[in-house]
């Protein structure tokens, strides 16, 4: 069974940094690319970047460029996605994704990991 | 970037009705790279439709996609008590890869 589970919730203050973590199991990590779509309090769905774990190919929303860095540990399947300093606009709901067929980066994301909730808050 | 915009941004409709959601791009969508998610409250985003008309595995056939080039439309036939919720349509043909704004589709 393919699945995505994502690192439990944060809560953290401006200026702080934060890496969470999606780990990947049942399919093969290093052939999929992987997601990380924020989707802030009663908002839309944002994607923010995307990495192949096989070469760690990847690519940012200009909008995300710089903001975060997203990198992957294919020895523990593992994703994730860090800040080096936390703002309050950073408060939302952040998901991991996989794409849908191996290899492939022109494609939709057939499972999601359950959500890990960022509160940055003084 | 391809800018999509869904419309309506809330639709009310009872238990056996038919559900008509757009999507419009802002440009044509490459190839038809164009998915439909269904996400509920408390839950992750559900691929329901990819290439603009086919189905994801285990998707009932109540919904079907149709469309290209700029505009789509998400039809679900007979709406189930289990159907209302948001809908967020996807392009994945561009980068970067971006959201439409959602539809609710609400009792």
């Known amino acids: 069974e393919v699945q995505l589970v994502q690192s439990g919730a944060e809560v953290k203050k401006p200026g702080e940094s934060l890496k969470i973590s999606c780990k990947g199991s049942?399919?093969?990590?290093?052939?999929?690319?992987i997601a990380w779509v924020r989707q802030m309090p009663g908002k839309g769905l944002e994607w923010m970047g995307i990495i192949y774990p096989g070469d760690s190919d990847t690519r940012y929303s200009p909008s995300f460029q710089g903001q975060v860095t997203i990198s992957a540990d294919k020895s523990i399947a593992t994703a994730y996605v860090q800040w080096s300093s936390l703002k309050a606009s950073d408060t939302a709901m952040y998901y991991c994704?996989?794409?849908?067929?191996?290899?492939?980066?022109?494609?939709?994301?057939?499972?999601w990991g359950q959500g890990t909730l960022v509160t940055v808050s003084s | 970037e391809v800018v999509l915009t869904q419309s309506p941004g809330t639709l009310s409709l009872s238990p056996g009705e038919r559900a008509t959601l757009s999507c419009r791009a802002s440009q044509s969508v490459s190839n038809s790279y164009l998915a439909w998610y269904q996400q509920k409250p408390g839950q992750a985003p559900r691929l329901l439709i990819y290439?603009?008309?086919s189905r994801a595995t285990g998707i009932p056939d109540r919904f079907s996609g149709s469309g290209s080039g700029t505009d789509f439309t998400l039809t679900i036939s007979r709406l189930e008590p289990e159907d209302f919720a948001v809908y967020f349509c996807q392009q994945y043909g561009s980068s970067p890869r971006t959201f439409g704004g959602g539809t609710k589709v609400e009792i």
């Open positions: 290439g603009a008309s």
């Open positions: 994704a996989k794409t849908f067929a191996a290899g492939s980066y022109d494609d939709p994301f057939d499972y």
């Open positions: 049942g399919y093969t990590f290093t052939s999929y690319w």
